[in-house]
């Protein structure tokens, strides 16, 4: 059954003591992820197991036993998430571009990057961040981005550069090439 109650999902998880532990724990994991038919990935707290382990099942099935992420990009990419602890809720996440995850049942560091074409190395990317953040007692409300109003100035000359983003991705353009995109609602004034 898995955990929908928020305040059970903001304890810090404990590290598991054998990778053996952990990986009994995983096969859990993966069994109520797999019954869940939607889900790309699920940590221990979401089951009621206040353990830092969590799965991933996006390009293939993945364990992940006391992970940290001890590298990232500066970059970030906006990415709509889901939870399976928040059924039919979704919100706008800000997440690196690009991590680099230890685990105890790795040898070495794992990396994880959205600047690929394949977008399921986006959903991977996102996903580790999002199971991670489980296990440190953050959900995705936490790191939520609301796109903030923005009002242009007064006058922008047809020649000064701005910025837009749809969301995926942020241009620089000139008002006069950026104007018919914002003012059609595709695109939006950022301030990033």
């Known amino acids: 059954m898995i955990i929908t109650e928020i305040k059970q999902l903001q304890i810090i998880c404990e590290e598991v003591k054998t990778v053996e532990e952990g990986e009994e724990i995983g096969a859990q994991l993966f069994k109520e992820l797999a019954e869940s038919k939607n889900g790309i990935g699920l940590a221990a707290n979401q089951i009621g197991i206040n353990k830092r382990v969590c799965v991933i099942n996006v390009k293939e099935p993945l364990v992940l036993i006391n992970p940290r992420i001890v590298e990232h990009s500066d970059e970030q990419f906006m990415f709509p998430e889901g939870c399976l602890s928040f059924p039919g809720k979704n919100v706008r996440v800000g997440r690196y571009a ?80 950026a104007q018919p995109l914002v003012e059609n609602g595709d695109w939006e004034m950022s301030t990033v």
């Open 98 to 177: 690009s991590v680099i995850v230890e685990a105890d049942n790795h040898e070495g560091k794992l990396s994880f990057s959205a600047e690929s074409e394949d977008i399921n190395d986006a959903f991977e990317c996102a996903c580790v961040q999002h199971e991670i953040d489980h296990l440190d007692g953050i959900t995705m409300f936490d790191r939520s981005v609301v796109a903030q109003p923005y009002r242009a100035p007064e006058k922008i000359g047809r020649n000064e550069k701005v910025t837009i983003t749809d969301g995926k991705q942020t241009r620089e353009l000139k008002w006069k090439k």
